[in-house]
């Protein structure tokens, strides 16, 4: 009996993920578009489930496997039903808000916002929309204290791409001015697409990621937009990588639509993406989270590396 008991303690220790270390994926499925916050000792993970906006909370990064979930909102609201995609987590004026795509089942897709309290575990209501125009994958740019809505939209060709408003609250937001357009060859694959933007500060610097490309294909991938100062609505202030910085290898396909946290101690930037083993690539829910630390070259600039094979245990955020 006793040797059985050590037996199997035996056995299962090697397959444990000890705190501190971790192991993708995050989120098995349903896990397209994730975005991860850390806060006062927890970890959020939200992702498109398509039909509402949940949230998974955990001590620790691998702990979100297993993480408490809940469902965050439901909108019965008929123009805002459906389609719900993209939930991204931000604080404005102290308060959590959370900004995600939605429509009425149709081509149509509008950003709106959701305000909860201090935590992002906190209760949240409706506040509004974000946008007339048709907008997903809405985020906060941040440059001189000022806020930017920075969301993928259709220009007036119809070709889906980056643009950005200057924000006058935290649900409102003026005119657009085009940010970037899917032009090069790996922005084209299916066809021409700039989504799922999102800013990196560092070093005093500041970037945006966004994937490219049409996410049924293996080579969805991540861009990275640099800012060279100057005024955030000018395109002139902003260089576009002339390559993916971010894409597919050993076994996931499509890596991206990421977003970032920083760790626990506040010296790591994470990268947080979704990528699927359909060597298709995928638009579906066969998408799986992700994590992995981005480092920095000796330019200053974000190293995002390759994603790691599924399973692979690699040490967690600093200070966890
Ligand atoms: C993390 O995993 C490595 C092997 O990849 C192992 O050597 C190390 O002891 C683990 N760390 C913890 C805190 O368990
Ligand atoms: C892809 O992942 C799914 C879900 O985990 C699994 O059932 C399937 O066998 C995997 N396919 C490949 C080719 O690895
Ligand atoms: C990828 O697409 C091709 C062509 O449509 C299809 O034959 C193949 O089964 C697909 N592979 C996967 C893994 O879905």
């Not at 080579?219 to 955030?232: A, H, I, R």
């Not at 947080?272 to 298709?280: K, L, W």
Request: charged share 15%; proline share 6%; hydrophobic share 30%.
């Amino acid at each position: 009996m006793i040797r059985n008991i050590l037996l199997s303690a035996l056995c299962i220790l090697p397959s444990l993920v000890s705190a501190g270390n971790y192991s993708n994926p995050l989120k098995a499925n349903n896990a397209g578009d994730p975005n991860i916050v850390y806060e006062n000792g927890w970890y959020y993970l939200m992702s498109t489930t398509g039909a509402d906006l949940q949230m998974t909370r955990a001590h620790t990064l691998d702990g979100l496997k297993q993480g408490e979930r809940k469902q965050v909102f439901k909108d019965s609201t008929p123009s805002r039903c459906c389609n719900v995609w993209a939930p991204e987590m931000h604080k404005v004026e102290g308060a959590w808000h959370i900004y995600y795509a939605a429509g009425a089942g149709g081509d149509e897709q509008h950003a709106h916002v959701i305000k909860g309290g201090s935590s992002p575990w906190d209760a949240f209501t409706y506040l509004g929309q974000m946008r007339p125009d048709w907008s997903i994958d809405g985020t906060l740019l941040t440059i001189a204290n000022k806020n930017y809505f920075v969301y993928s939209g259709r220009d007036t060709d119809g070709v889906q791409s980056l643009f950005i408003a200057p924000m006058t609250g935290a649900a409102t937001s003026g005119q657009r001015s085009l940010l970037a357009k899917p032009t090069q060859s790996w922005e084209t694959n299916g066809f021409g697409v700039n989504e799922g933007p999102f800013a990196l500060y560092h070093g005093g610097r500041t970037w945006l990621t966004f994937s490219a490309s049409f996410c049924g294909t293996a080579q969805y991938s991540l861009g990275l937009l640099t800012y060279n100062g100057g005024d955030p609505l000018q395109q002139g202030s902003w260089t576009k990588s002339n390559g993916p910085v971010f894409k597919s290898a050993d076994g996931n396909y499509g890596p991206g639509h990421n977003s970032f946290f920083t760790s626990p101690d506040g010296s790591q930037i994470w990268n947080v993406y979704h990528a699927t083993n359909n060597s298709n690539g995928s638009c579906g829910g066969d998408r799986y989270a992700n994590a992995l630390i981005v480092n920095w070259k000796s330019d200053g600039t974000p190293d995002f590396g390759v994603p790691p094979e599924v399973g692979a245990v690699l040490p967690g955020p600093k200070g966890e």
